[in-house]
Every structure is written in structure tokens, then in C-alpha cells.
């Protein structure tokens, strides 16, 4: 079982950057395909982006050219850069790692996520 620690999260005006970590243990790492998702008060948990064991990436359409999704193996942490920030990205982002379908499919418990804010 992965155990898995998001941070980074803010409060940032819109047109900003943030970049956020999620830190795992407990498994090997390295092979799990991984993912970001985020929910915004009043609305369900979405899927933002994936990262394979090998490095492919997969965006939603609403992030593409915005967000990066990167992972460092050697330290089982695995990124969200988010650059050109809107208020409608306000919500708690989350990682966990995934299956790769369409749409991909999250595997393991959640963590506490951390809270992205996007002020106008």
C-alpha cells in the first residue's frame, strides 16, 4: 500500500504558479503510474493529469498547455507545476496512483490533499 503526502498548495492571484509535491512510501514507487485530481467546493473529484512509470503524460483538456506533471523516482515524489492559474482552479488537489484507463481510475486511499487558491 502507498502512503502518500500532497503539499504546496496557496493562495495566489490569478496568472500565478504553484507547484505541488506529493510525497509516497510504502510501496515501490517507481512502477506505479501516478495522477493528479482535484475537487472544488459543491463539485465531485476530478481527474488533472497522469504520469506512466515511464515518464507519458496525460492532461485534462481544461489544464493542457498550463499544467506539467513530472515524478522523480529516486525520491518517490511526483509534481504538479500549474502556471497561468485561474480562479476556477481553486479547489483541494490530490494525487494517488492510478490505472491508466480512459478516464484513468484511482487505486489507493486518499491523502489530506492540499488546498490550491486562485484569487482574481
Known amino acids: 500500500q502507498v502512503q502518500l503526502v500532497e503539499s504546496g498548495g496557496g493562495l495566489v492571484q490569478a496568472g500565478g504558479s504553484l507547484r505541488l509535491s506529493c510525497a509516497a512510501s510504502?510501496?515501490?514507487?517507481?512502477?506505479?503510474?501516478m495522477g493528479w485530481y482535484r475537487q472544488a467546493p459543491g463539485k465531485q473529484r476530478e481527474f488533472v493529469a497522469t504520469?506512466?512509470?515511464?515518464?507519458?503524460?496525460n492532461y485534462a483538456d481544461s489544464v493542457k498547455g498550463r499544467f506539467t506533471i513530472s515524478r522523480d523516482n529516486a525520491k518517490n515524489t511526483v509534481y504538479l507545476q500549474m502556471n497561468s492559474l485561474k480562479p476556477e482552479d481553486t479547489a483541494v488537489y490530490y494525487c494517488?496512483?492510478?490505472?491508466?484507463?480512459?478516464?484513468?481510475?484511482?487505486?489507493?486511499?486518499w491523502g489530506q490533499g492540499t488546498q490550491v487558491t486562485v484569487s482574481s
Open positions: 504520469i506512466s512509470s515511464g515518464g507519458s503524460t
Open positions: 510504502g510501496s515501490i514507487f517507481s512502477i506505479n503510474p
Open positions: 494517488n496512483t492510478v490505472l491508466l484507463t480512459i478516464p484513468p481510475v484511482p487505486l489507493g486511499y
